[in-house]
C-alpha cells in the first residue's frame, strides 16, 4: 500500500476524534492532573512533617522518662540515705542517753554508799564514844572516886583499843 492509499482510506472523523482526545488530554494534565499532584505532594509533604514531629516528640518523651526515672531513683536512692542516716543517728542518741544514764546512775549509787560509808562511820565513832562514855561512868562509879584527867586519858585509850573494831561494825 502507497501513501496515497492509506491517505483516502483514512477517515477524517477518526482523526478529529483523535485530535479532540489529545486535546482534551492536555486540558485534563493541566487543569486537573497537576493540581491533583501538586495536592498529593503536599499532603504527602505535610504528613512526612507530622511524621517527624511525633518522632522526635517521642524520642523527647522518651528521654524525659529516662531524665524522670533517673532523678526518681537518685530521690529514692537520697532519701533511704536519709533514711538511715536518721536511724544511726537515733540509734546513736539512744546509745549516747543510756551511757549518759548508766553514768548518772553509777554516780548516784557511788554517792548513795560514799553516804553511807560516813553514816556508818559516823555510827560507830559515836557508838565508840557512847562505849567509851559508859566505860568511864562503870570506871567511876567502881572507883567511886574522881579520875584525873591523864588516868582518863589512859582509861578511854585502853578502851577504845579493846573494843573490837568489827564488834561495832553495823553488817550493811
Sequence with gaps: M??????KSINWT??????????????????????????????????????ASAAKSEADARELVETRSSELETARTRAAGIVKDAHMRSTEMIEVAKGDARKEADRIVADARARMEQERDEMIGDLKS???????????????????????????????????DEALRVNP
Design 2 to 7: 502507497e501513501w496515497g492509499t492509506i491517505v
Design 14 to 51: 477518526l482523526v478529529v476524534n483523535l485530535i479532540n482526545f489529545a486535546v482534551l488530554l492536555l486540558l485534563l494534565r493541566w487543569l486537573l492532573f497537576k493540581p491533583a499532584l501538586a495536592y498529593l505532594d503536599a499532603r504527602r509533604n505535610l504528613i512526612a512533617e507530622q511524621m
Design 130 to 164: 557512847a562505849y567509851a562514855d559508859i566505860a568511864i561512868l562503870g570506871t567511876e562509879r567502881i572507883l567511886d572516886r574522881e579520875v584525873k584527867i591523864d588516868d582518863h586519858k589512859k582509861l578511854l585509850d585502853q578502851l577504845v583499843a579493846e573494843i573490837d
